[in-house]
């Protein structure tokens, strides 16, 4: 980076235990374990992660592992489903659950995203099944996402919006409508690069246009001759998974302009978790290596 620099003490960075194993897809498993997974995220220079299914349930044991490795957990998710009747009450105890776990581990921040009638988990063609919400829906969601806005913020946490494939709010058009319709003081952007490339939109235009509600960012980049693979077969996206569309910054396999990114973010001041995170199957491509790859590289692009 040129110009303008991260605030070190205020940036931090981390990565998902995707590379190691798939949460939304089981069988993309070879066999990594838990502890295998943290020590490697430490071992290629992480300082936190996001949550897998592996992970241990029991917070003692959980920070156990994760302090002896010198890694912090960067953020829970917590799938919100306002679109759907009747699904209010569990939206709102699996997000205070979350709440409570995140609070727990030290954290700040927590990950949701709209899953009603979402394709992404489906075997069916990922754009042309993902919802399109009516104006009240949108409303719906709206709401109940600033509820939860409201009860973050009452315990000094925010809420952040992960715009994602296959749901009711994954193109440009769709961040658009719910940064508009929301308190950016309640409803933070999660901004994901991959997600939003794939989704034939510009990250770097986003990235510009919506900096200073940008909380939390997943840094994924796309094979572009896989993702024009993906649409013109109309994949899953497990099968585009499977077919290697997801990569790490830094592969020069991937077209996503990081530099430019990063610049921006770093000019507009932001502060908290830069995610590395690369749905790839550990079969073909080698956890540590691609974590090393990205570290390496972030490390190029920030200076530390």
Avoid at 51 to 72: E, F, Q, S, W
Avoid at 225 to 239: C, G, R, T, V
């Amino acid at each position: 980076m040129s110009n303008k620099k991260f605030n070190k003490d205020k940036v931090f960075f981390g990565i998902t235990p995707t590379s190691w194993w798939n949460d939304d897809f089981l069988d993309i498993d070879i066999g990594i374990p838990f502890e295998q997974c943290v020590s490697e995220m430490a071992l290629a220079g992480f300082e936190g992660c996001s949550v897998g299914h592996k992970y241990p349930t029991d917070i003692n044991t959980l920070k156990k592992a994760l302090d002896i490795r010198g890694l912090r957990v960067s953020e829970p998710w917590t799938s919100t489903y306002f679109s759907i009747n009747n699904m209010y009450d569990k939206t709102l105890a699996d997000f205070k659950k979350s709440l409570a776990f995140i609070k727990e581990m030290g954290g700040t921040d927590i990950v949701v995203a709209e899953l009603g009638g979402s394709s992404h988990q489906q075997p069916i063609a990922l754009k042309a099944n993902r919802p399109i919400f009516s104006d009240a829906t949108w409303d719906k969601v709206v709401n109940g996402l600033t509820e939860l806005g409201k009860i973050a913020n009452s315990e000094g946490m925010r809420l952040c919006y992960h715009h994602h494939m296959g749901t009711g709010i994954e193109t440009r058009a769709d961040v658009d409508r719910l940064m508009e319709a929301t308190d950016p003081e309640l409803v933070h952007l999660l901004f994901d690069t991959g997600h939003l490339a794939f989704a034939g939109d510009d990250p770097l235009q986003l990235a510009k246009d919506y900096a200073s509600r940008i909380k939390h960012v997943h840094l994924k980049n796309i094979r572009k001759p896989i993702m024009e693979l993906s649409d013109a077969n109309q994949l899953s996206f497990k099968e585009s998974i499977e077919a290697g569309i997801f990569t790490v910054p830094g592969d020069s396999a991937g077209f996503i302009d990081f530099d430019a990114i990063l610049q921006t973010l770093a000019s507009a001041n932001f502060e908290g978790w830069l995610i590395v995170e690369a749905e790839q199957n550990p079969a073909n491509a080698t956890p540590l290596v691609y974590a090393k790859m990205a570290r390496e590289y972030l490390k190029k692009a920030t200076g530390y």
